[in-house]
């Protein structure tokens, strides 16, 4: 589905179905999972099925892809139950940010107070 996968991108391999992982969402553009090593109770990865390696590789012709992502955040976080609560949701790009797996994914965080960001 105009997916591009690269043969050596952890989470292209998640879309793919080589790495295992615990799946909550999926449609034909974003795909939605547990982190690994959860920071709060309900820590979960939303990312696109193609590959973009960070936000600041995001075009112009991504815009609706992007959209539709966030929207579906949104529906993922409700499906699990943060709504009422609430939740944060964070992008890590590049150096400074401590990304460490450069297919961009956004990070729903939740089920907590979750502190200042400045902490
Ligand atoms: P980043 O620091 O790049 O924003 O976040 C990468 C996230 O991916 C981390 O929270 C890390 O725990 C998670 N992660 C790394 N490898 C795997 C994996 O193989 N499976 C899952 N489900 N999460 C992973
Ligand atoms: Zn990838």
């Keep these: 589905k105009g997916c591009v996968h690269l043969p050596d991108c952890l989470f292209c391999k998640i879309v793919e179905g080589t790495i295992p992982s615990r799946k ?3 449609d034909d553009l ?8 959860p920071q ?8 696109p099925k ?5 936000m ?3 075009q112009p012709e991504d815009q609706a892809l992007l959209g539709h992502l966030l929207l579906a955040s949104k529906k993922i976080a409700q499906e699990a139950g ?4 609430g939740y944060r949701l964070v992008n890590n790009c590049g150096r400074d940010s401590g990304q460490l797996v450069f297919h961009i994914h956004w990070h729903i965080l939740g ?3 979750l502190g200042p960001l400045n902490a």
């Design 50 to 54: 193609k590959h973009i390696a960070t």
């Design 82 to 85: 943060l709504e009422e609560s």
């Design 40 to 47: 709060a109770p309900v820590h979960l990865l939303v990312i």
């Design 56 to 58: 600041n590789d995001c």
């Design 30 to 37: 974003v795909y939605a999972f547990h982190d690994i090593q």
């Design 111 to 113: 089920g907590e107070p």
């Design 24 to 26: 909550v969402y999926e």
